[in-house]
């Protein structure tokens, strides 16, 4: 990579934004890239971080509703949307586009807290072994998506991509390796969509893939964990037609749950 495509630091990159006429501008290099396309993830974050900058007075983010219509690079320019604001909720939309067109469409569900009669959650974080005790698998010396080299991402449990498995039933620890405390919703979310769709576990060779929609619940207005490691379950509950349909969610490292997830994943193999 030359002096001029050196990597940018995730708070960097999002903290490089920039307004002028209403739109927000921003190029990501290409160490944020999977293939030909920034990874879903970082382009979903850059589309929430825009928002934020154009109302700075939104409450908790409460939902992300985000179409992947086409490959994003380079120069990346957002323009945000305000829909509707009530007194307790908003919803905001974000179009990104880029040297390559048009890629994403984001819709927010923004909500400040309300008084509930009922408290229930039924997603108890399984029992994992430590970061510390799992694998790596993606590393300098093996290939491996460039964005990849942001995060740290170890197995927990389940197999591999690209391992021939019979089971896409797949837990990870995941950490964001360049993140900051301003940032912490957008690193959640880009942190959600780092690890491989499940379905690549299946495969015994590698096979193009592309999320087509991602949608995703945020289950609590303070979304981090006190040392940096998140806990990921992606399970792919159906495949075929060139199509998989995941679920995923996300906890703190001390079991709260943060993410519930729902992906629609494009197979080309």
């Known amino acids: 990579m030359s002096d001029d495509q050196a990597p940018t630091r995730f708070d960097t990159l999002l903290g490089q934004m920039t307004e002028t006429d209403g739109r927000y501008h921003v190029t990501a290099g290409p160490d944020w890239m999977q293939g030909r396309t920034l990874y879903g993830g970082i382009s979903a974050a850059l589309c ?3 928002v934020r900058m154009a ?3 939104l409450p908790a ?3 992300a509703l985000i179409a992947f219509a086409g490959p994003s690079a380079g120069d990346v320019s957002i323009r945000p949307n305000m829909l509707r604001q009530g007194k307790s909720a908003a919803f905001v939309t974000a ?3 880029s040297e390559a067109g048009f890629g994403v469409h984001a819709t927010f569900c923004f909500g400040a807290n309300r008084v509930s009669a009922k408290r229930q959650v039924l997603l108890d974080m399984p029992t994992l072994p430590t970061p510390a005790e799992v694998f790596r698998p993606f590393s300098k010396d093996r290939p491996r998506p460039l964005f990849t080299d942001h995060f740290d991402m170890r197995l927990a449990k389940g197999a591999l991509p690209v391992s021939g498995a019979t089971d896409a039933d797949i837990y990870w620890w995941l950490k964001a390796l360049d993140s900051h405390e301003d940032f912490a919703e957008a ?5 959600a969509d780092a690890p491989p769709p499940a379905a690549l ?3 015994d060779s590698f096979t193009p893939l592309s999320t087509m929609t991602w949608m995703v619940d945020f289950l609590t ?3 981090s964990s006190a040392d940096g490691w998140y ?6 509950e159906a495949i075929g037609d060139g199509y998989s349909a995941q679920n995923s969610y996300l906890w703190a490292s001390d079991g709260k749950p943060l993410l519930a997830c729902r992906q629609t994943i494009a197979l080309f193999g």
């Open 55 to 57: 109302y700075p007075d």
């Open 231 to 236: 806990a990921a379950h992606l399970k792919s």
């Open 221 to 223: 207005d303070a979304p």
């Open 201 to 203: 576990s299946l495969f």
């Open 48 to 50: 929430l971080r825009a």
């Open 95 to 97: 179009d990104l586009t």
């Open 61 to 63: 983010l409460r939902s």
């Open 187 to 191: 690193t959640l979310l880009a942190l």
